[in-house]
């Protein structure tokens, strides 16, 4: 409620207070009936058909994709590492380490802005970031085209899954953000317990499912069915990196509901689903387990003097018991891993991919997606 303008500075004080305090009071409410993401209709899923599925799953473990012919999407995003790759940095083409920690792909189908600094606003954009670069796969939309159209299985294969149309720089994201889409994560051990299954969690992970939706205040940022408000925080990470505010296009913070100076060193919110697979954590990959990242939140962030730092980071002061219970629960009330196997790569001799299986680019266990 906007207070009258007649009413006093204290009173409109008193409001900020009651306003703050019943936040924290539905915080401290407990879970809410959260959806399984798996119960969910993903957006883009209909034009996402099964030839489509499997080009781009082809494309994303081809090294094709980059200039060298060396590294695909699936050498940083590798599935059995929660589609990171368990490094501080990634290297790209040249080896030299990127600029930021690799981000999982799970459950992307729902988001809006991608990076993060969300600088890619669909998943056929964000592809285009990562080839292009210089400093990953180092592989301009042309020149990947005209190399692809020399491979007579893709050639057949873009005509199957995109009728009428072929192998066109439109198509390839599409198949590639069609793929990606699918890589839905649900059915984890919360899930399972949100549903009825008390048995789903033991007493160490209950204890920290209580402290996530309460005095941990992790569901602030971390909220709905993927874990995750998909938006833009500082929270108190040492460094020049300026995040969100380091990109700027026409009118872009002139038209946000936040003043300009809550983008400095904000980064998005990533989605805990598999949360454990994906160490180490942060933009810039600086905490190496969960328990540090826990410690992190506890003590307020370690650069407390942020221009821009987010009013919820502040000390929460968790005793040690709480810290383990907490990241008892992140550990493993979170996990559904999406298993892929490793495709047929067309005009792959048999050797190669070999190769590729053996570099870790896939793993072919009980759930596969298709």
Not at 246 to 258: A, H, I, K, N, S
Not at 273 to 278: D, E, I, K, S
Not at 342 to 347: E, S, T
Request: charged share 20%; glycine share 10%.
């Amino acid at each position: 409620m906007t207070p009258h303008r007649s009413k006093s500075r204290a009173s409109g004080a008193a409001a900020v207070v009651l306003v703050s305090v019943s936040f924290v009071g539905l915080a401290q409410a407990g879970p809410p009936r959260l959806r399984d993401p798996l119960t969910l209709e993903a957006p883009g899923a209909k034009g996402a058909n099964a030839a489509r599925v499997e080009l781009g799953k082809q494309l994303f473990f081809d090294n094709r994709l980059s200039s060298t012919g060396t590294i695909s999407c699936a050498t940083c995003h590798k599935p059995q590492l929660g589609f990171s790759d368990g490094k501080r940095y990634s290297l790209g083409v040249a080896g030299t380490p990127l600029k930021r920690h690799t981000p999982h792909l799970f459950n992307l189908a729902w988001s809006k802005t991608f990076f993060w600094d969300g600088r890619a606003t669909s998943l056929e954009e964000q592809v285009l970031g990562p080839l292009s670069s210089p400093d990953e796969l180092n592989m301009p939309i042309g020149p990947l085209l005209e190399r692809l159209r020399t491979v007579p299985e893709y050639e057949r294969a873009f005509s199957e899954a995109f009728p009428g149309s072929g192998l066109t720089a439109k198509n390839l994201t599409a198949a590639i953000a069609s793929f990606e889409r699918t890589l839905v994560s649900g059915g984890a051990p919360l899930d399972r317990y949100l549903a009825g299954d008390r048995q789903a969690l033991d007493e160490p992970q209950r204890q920290g499912l209580e402290l996530f939706y309460g005095r941990a205040l992790c569901s602030t940022c971390h909220a709905g069915p993927n874990l995750t408000d998909g938006k833009f925080h500082n929270t108190g990470v040492p460094g020049d990196d300026r995040g969100r505010a380091g990109f700027d296009r026409v009118g872009e913070f002139q038209t946000r509901p936040y003043p300009f100076f809550q983008t400095q060193k904000a980064f998005k919110t990533p989605g805990l689903r598999n949360v454990a697979l994906t160490a180490p954590y942060f933009h810039d990959g600086s905490e190496a387990s969960l328990e540090d990242v826990v410690k992190f939140y506890n003590q307020g962030g370690k650069e407390k003097d942020s221009y821009g730092l987010a009013l919820d980071i502040r000390p929460l002061n968790l005793k040690d018991s709480e810290i383990k219970d907490l990241v008892a629960f992140l550990s493993a009330a979170l996990n559904a891993p999406v298993n892929v196997a490793p495709p047929v790569i067309p005009g792959r001799s048999e050797e190669i991919q070999a190769a590729d299986a053996a570099a870790g680019h896939g793993t072919r266990t009980e759930r596969i997606v298709p």
